[in-house]
């Protein structure tokens, strides 16, 4: 949720569901394509579970922010984009969503930050099997298994920057928000 971008969260949970689940179904079935070279493999991964991450996802989201779904699209996304920017919003009664928007981002990072472990267990299984499949396997499976490697080494360095960028500019949409609660001297 941390760093699924403020376009998401204009629409429903349907709508949620859709662009963080076909964005995973399609990452994983491209993985699958060029490691099988089945394109029917990579359709049925696609198919489910794309489906089963996104629902996942617009469930943690909305969760995460019980408020969001009360607030009308555009206020939504408003809030989602100024808050990730770290910008006062337009509107001073969107304010106390930003608040709660930025809890929300808070609480999923620490979340997130408990659970570092599996991130890093899955990076050793990630190099041994590229290692074995680099030896024993096709040059497909030595390649996707590489890019695993990859992705989990982005995983373990540029997110965590990422999210810290994305903290420092959330506290000042706290700050901006706080700002145009407080009543005019």
Do not use: I, N
Not at 170 to 179: I, L, P, T, Y
């Amino acid at each position: 949720m941390v760093l699924v971008p403020g376009w998401v969260w204009q629409g429903g949970p349907l709508r949620r569901a859709l662009g963080v689940g076909l964005c995973a179904g399609v990452l994983f079935g491209a993985f699958v394509a060029v490691e099988s070279g089945s394109w029917a493999a990579a359709a049925v991964v696609v198919v489910v579970l794309g489906p089963l991450y996104g629902v996942r996802a617009a469930r943690r989201m909305s969760r995460a922010w019980p408020g969001g779904p009360g607030l009308g699209p555009a206020d939504r996304a408003e809030v989602v984009r100024a808050t990730r920017r770290g910008e006062a919003v337009a509107d001073a009664r969107l304010a106390p969503a930003v608040l709660q928007y930025a809890g929300a981002l808070r609480a999923v990072r620490e979340e997130d930050r408990l659970r570092w472990w599996v991130t890093a267990l899955v990076a050793v299984v990630a190099v041994a099997l590229g290692v074995y499949d680099t030896a024993a396997g096709t040059a497909r499976e030595a390649l996707v298994s590489w890019l695993v490697v990859v992705l989990v080494a982005l995983e373990l360095t540029w997110a965590p920057r990422r999210r810290d960028r994305l903290a420092s500019r959330v506290e000042r949409a706290e700050g901006e928000a706080r700002a145009l609660l407080r009543p005019a001297p």
